[in-house]
């Protein structure tokens, strides 16, 4: 069975640009997360999406981050304009059950100059 | 706000030693699960811990759920160069399970 499927793996940018990530969770998983993850840190969450709901997006700056999971399979993520502040490596993962077992895919590094 | 903390932040040993690395919070989770992660690789879940005092074994790596859930240890036996990784615990809230916060880490580096 496939994993989390993520692209690009690495994306550069000039500030002020936009960019987008995708990612394919495992089939079946209703579950699907975004995550953000800097150097030397754990991953933070962005958005929770419960099939095509988000249900939990507390933490995603909504001035310039949106994202989107049509059908509740595939999900986009995206910053628009992009800011020095963005680089990390975003994180998607999913689940399927009620206990947080989540399957990461293998990120995509930002960086923004 | 629920935090969860983990020490040592870096580990560096010599193979074949032992290693305990922790994770501490101050609130209550319904599950924890440790993970490891390689450079430019996603996280990779490695265990669940449910019942407080709960003890999972997982080859040389030995996991313990504190009694009161709120903290966690991963004990490394005969280290091997290829357990070098960032080893991340995630704590699953206890009133909603799918809200889980991850601690900061702790880089395992291990020199053969």
């Known amino acids: 069975e496939a994993g989390v499927v993520q692209s690009p793996r690495y994306k550069i940018i000039e500030k002020k640009q936009p960019v987008a990530f995708w990612c394919n969770p495992i089939?079946?998983?209703?579950?699907l997360y975004w995550y953000r993850q800097n150097l030397g840190q754990g991953p933070e969450l962005l958005i929770r999406?419960?099939?095509?709901?988000?249900?939990?997006d507390s933490q995603l700056p909504k001035d310039r981050f949106s994202a989107e999971r049509l059908k509740g399979v595939d999900s986009t993520l995206k910053i628009q304009p992009a800011e020095l502040g963005d680089s990390a490596v975003y994180l998607c993962?999913?689940?399927?059950?009620?206990?947080?077992?989540?399957?990461f895919g293998q990120g995509t590094r930002l960086t923004v100059v | 706000t629920q935090l969860l903390e983990q020490s040592p932040q870096f580990l560096s040993i010599q193979e074949g030693e032992n290693l305990t690395v922790y994770c501490n919070s101050s609130?209550?989770?319904?599950?924890l699960q440790w993970y490891r992660q390689e450079p430019g690789e996603g996280p990779v879940l490695l265990v669940t811990?449910?019942?407080?005092?709960e003890v999972k074994k997982l080859k040389r790596l030995t996991f313990q759920f504190g009694d009161a859930r709120k903290d966690s240890s991963l004990h490394i036996t005969a280290a091997q160069p290829g357990d070098t990784g960032l080893y991340l615990c995630?704590?699953?809230?206890?009133?909603?399970?799918?809200?889980?916060?991850f601690g900061p880490g702790t880089s395992l580096s291990v020199i053969p």
């Open positions: 993962a999913s689940s399927s059950n009620t206990q947080f077992e989540a399957f």
């Open positions: 089939s079946g998983h209703n579950t």
């Open positions: 999406y419960e099939n095509e709901e988000a249900v939990d």
């Open positions: 609130s209550v989770f319904s599950s």
């Open positions: 811990v449910v019942t407080g005092g």
């Open positions: 995630a704590g699953a809230d206890e009133t909603s399970y799918d809200k889980v916060i």
